[in-house]
């Protein structure tokens, strides 16, 4: 089963850079596409960046486009997500996600923050002081 542990969170300040990353430990996803969600406290679940296994179409928020960076390691079967020019708005629990299957709809559901994945990490909190 696809189990999913994030790792990198932590305190920045504003500007700085963070780099996520997110492992199957059960190495058993194969394909799909694997993503990040964030959720501030007080908000609802926002998308932030998935990546196509297969291909490795990336696909961003428009709130993180230019700052972040998401691309996958195939032998790891993990997904990293660079986060420079930290903003204070950036604070939130980042979420790994991962589904089997991509498709208009189920993009759509990411931009939406419905989802559109099968298996979520527990979450890494990522803090940018003013």
């Known amino acids: 089963q696809v189990q999913l542990v994030e790792s990198g969170g932590g305190l920045v300040q504003t500007g700085g850079s963070l780099r996520l990353s997110c492992v199957d430990s059960g190495r058993t996803f194969s394909s799909g596409a694997m993503g990040w969600f964030r959720q501030a406290p007080g908000k609802e679940r926002e998308f932030v960046a998935a990546?196509?296994?297969?291909?490795?179409?990336?696909y961003y928020s428009d709130s993180v486009k230019g700052r972040f960076t998401i691309s996958r390691d195939r032998a790891r079967i993990a997904v990293d997500l660079q986060m420079n020019t930290l903003k204070p708005e950036d604070t939130a629990v980042y979420y790994c996600a991962a589904g089997s299957k991509v498709s208009p709809d189920i993009i759509a559901s990411w931009y939406l923050g419905r989802g559109g994945m099968d298996y979520w990490g527990k979450g890494t909190l990522v803090t940018v002081s003013s």
């Open positions: 990546i196509s296994w297969s291909r490795g179409n990336t």
